[in-house]
């Protein structure tokens, strides 16, 4: 019998159009301004609303915290209040809701203003929204309750940490222990210290603060000793070591992949690789611990994009994960990882005593060509081929011929960022 697939075609190609518009439907923005007077430009640089504001929060789910004449509310992303400003304190909307504070109080509001929890608690942590759960603090202690202000653990805590796999480290009269999500104890209080739970296997740990750190599973199985300076477990399901100033890797059982042998700051992996150094060399390893790129090169940076910055006889370019050059040795100063299609590259600004003061850094693409010239104090992508630099005391966005779209503002934290709508 012949079969219809012609409902199969079209769920494929609905499915399809689906992804491609929830790509295209994306709301990108950047902050201008100073002050306290604030803007926010769309990807083309210009203001979505001619009002300022006092403080920007980051858009989640359609919506912007934004706080003006003292007070916070909400405005979607063409500048309409959509809640109206009368929180002493608002954070993003997640997973359908937001904390909020009223006279030092904290709640849940949900998009449409309206309480989910009334201002009453002492604080609230976000940890756990994902779950629709929230660490609530009360007379001084925490617990659990659900995002509709049902108490799920009482407040007996004096810390519960982020819920991993159905369990969450707490502490009770400063011991650390394990417990689930109905408050019963799981692993006893009696640890100096517990690490994350992640891998949903094992978790690292201290017995007293004199104790080295070792590694135990869930019924307190030790699976490796405690003889190691640090250890953090992963959601990759891999175990980073640390003993003498040496980094190793075990799997979640605690099997060794690669000994504590090689230099190199923490860091995960990137695309299937992550940096090791040895003997001032470096290259690059996969989660098995077998090294798949040879100890060559004099530097490296994380793979991003399919290729990662090599250093070589002093001068950079850029591998891809088979060892191969991509981008040929013809930079000479600092490289950093791509990021939307674009690397940054430096040179060092030396002041008269022979110590440079800082690094001037511009762009190029993947074909190695120059597009942004390293003369910026930072520069990084933007949108619709724009560019973000710093130079002087501004941060400005800037097309490919390098004039000014827009001041934007000065801060820490980045100031351009793309959060699905």
Request: charged share 25%.
């Amino acid at each position: 019998m012949k079969k219809n697939i012609t409902p199969i075609i079209f769920l494929t190609i609905s499915l399809l159009c689906n992804s491609l518009f929830s790509q295209k439907n994306k709301f990108k923005y950047y902050i201008s301004g100073s002050d306290e007077k604030l803007q926010i430009l769309n990807q083309a640089g210009k203001p979505i609303t001619n009002e300022t504001f006092n403080y920007i929060g980051n858009f989640s789910e359609g919506l912007f915290p934004v706080k003006k004449h003292g007070k916070f509310g909400f405005i979607n992303n063409k500048g309409k209040v959509i809640i109206p400003y009368k929180f002493d304190y608002a954070d993003k909307m997640f997973n359908g809701v937001a904390i909020i504070e009223i006279d030092g109080k904290y709640g849940l509001i949900d998009k449409k203003g309206n309480y989910k929890i009334t201002p009453q608690l002492e604080y609230i942590y976000s940890d756990n929204l994902k779950i629709n759960i929230i660490t609530f603090k009360k007379d001084g202690l925490v617990g659990l309750m659900d995002k509709n202000g049902k108490v799920l653990i009482p407040n007996k805590f004096e810390r519960i940490e982020k819920i991993e796999n159905g369990y969450a480290v707490a502490i009770s009269d400063g011991k650390h222990g394990l417990i689930d999500t109905e408050g019963n104890t799981i692993i006893p209080f009696r640890y100096e210290y517990l690490g994350n739970f992640k891998n949903g296997i094992s978790l690292s740990f201290t017995e007293n603060k004199n104790s080295k750190m070792g590694l135990m599973d869930i019924r307190c199985k030790i699976l490796l000793n405690p003889e190691y300076d640090y250890i953090y477990t992963s959601e990759d399901n891999l175990v980073y070591l640390t003993k003498d100033d040496k980094k190793g890797l075990t799997d979640k059982y605690g099997n060794i992949l690669l000994p504590t042998e090689y230099r190199r700051d923490y860091q995960n992996f990137h695309e299937g690789l992550m940096i090791i150094q040895k003997d001032k060399k470096f290259g690059f390893v996969n989660d098995k611990g077998k090294i798949v790129i040879p100890l060559i090169y004099d530097e490296a940076d994380e793979f991003s994009e399919g290729l990662a910055p090599v250093l070589k006889n002093g001068k950079w370019g850029f591998i891809n994960t088979k060892g191969e050059t991509v981008i040929d040795f013809n930079f000479v100063g600092v490289m950093m990882p791509f990021h939307k299609g674009y690397a940054p590259y430096g040179k060092r600004n030396f002041s008269s005593g022979g110590h440079y003061t800082s690094d001037l850094w511009g762009l190029i693409d993947k074909k190695g060509n120059v597009v942004i010239q390293n003369k910026y104090y930072s520069a990084s992508p933007g949108y619709n081929r724009n560019f973000i630099v710093e130079i002087g005391e501004k941060k400005l966005l800037i097309n490919e011929k390098e004039e000014v779209i827009a001041l934007l503002k000065y801060e820490e934290r980045p100031v351009e960022m793309q959060i699905e709508n």
